[in-house]
């Protein structure tokens, strides 16, 4: 699969003066605070299918805590910020959720992103996990060398052999440079994603299995949302259309900000995941959206 910053000229000029604007303060990443319920009046749905067929250790898995974690992925050591509740997690398994930071970004930065909705997937004896980028270029994340896609690979091998997790609920959320990361991370692992969601990403991709496409929520921040011209509403726009043409469920949200990451809608994107698990044939949401999804969504 071309990279992103093969799919979209001018990204790497972008991000290169976009610097630490997945931090800036106006994206309410300062801030864990999320207002509301992510509590979803949807009805239930289709029952999903069968669990995806999940990749095995390909070295030793590390001991999966709270904080920094080393995986070993095909020789290199690679850091990942983990997030769990060692008493849930010993208790059942739940979600694992990956966060991609954008350029200048942090592992950190997924405590705002999420929000309160962290502490649900951590209640639910899930696992967060943010990794540390390796590549020295602007653009943090590597897919056209396939080694942050082995990393997923090794991370939920790692996580479904201990602590164990749900292997439906596999999810992925990432901020600029990030969301441009996780939207090709839905089609290049879309045998084991079940849903996602983009903060100002984009693109489009060949599915990894074309029998499953990952629904997903779509956040862009309007016409205002670009970085040296390069512009996110577009390309937010092409991913929704890319994945409703393969078959796939979309929610795309306009907050109207720009380039950043909205406030408050943390707990809605982790129960529009958890109402959408792996193998699902059709969306609860497919005849409205539930009220605890901000009222500029659209669903497709």
Known sequence: ???????????????????????????????????????????????????????????????????????????????????????????MDGPLVFYWYGTGGEPSQANAALGDGLATITGRGGLVVAPVHVNGGPYPWLEQSEADHRLVDEVVACAAQDPGIDARQIHALGFSAGGLFTSGLSFARSSILASVATYSGGGTGTLQDPEHVPAAMIFHGGADDEVAGFGFQAASEEYQQALATAGGFTVICDHGQGHTIPSGVGPAIVQFWLDHPFGLAASPYAGGLPPALPDYCVGS
């Open 1 to 91: 699969m071309l990279g992103l910053h093969t799919r979209h000229p001018g990204l790497v000029a972008s991000m290169l003066l976009c610097g630490a604007c997945s931090h800036a303060p106006s994206s309410g990443e300062g801030s864990t605070a999320d207002s509301g319920s992510a509590a979803s009046t949807a009805d239930s749905g289709s029952p999903p299918g069968p669990a995806p067929s999940l990749p095995t250790p390909s070295a030793d898995c590390p001991a999966l805590v709270d904080g920094m974690v080393t995986f070993t992925v095909d020789g290199t050591a690679r850091d990942a910020r983990v997030w769990l509740d060692p008493a849930a997690s010993a208790a």
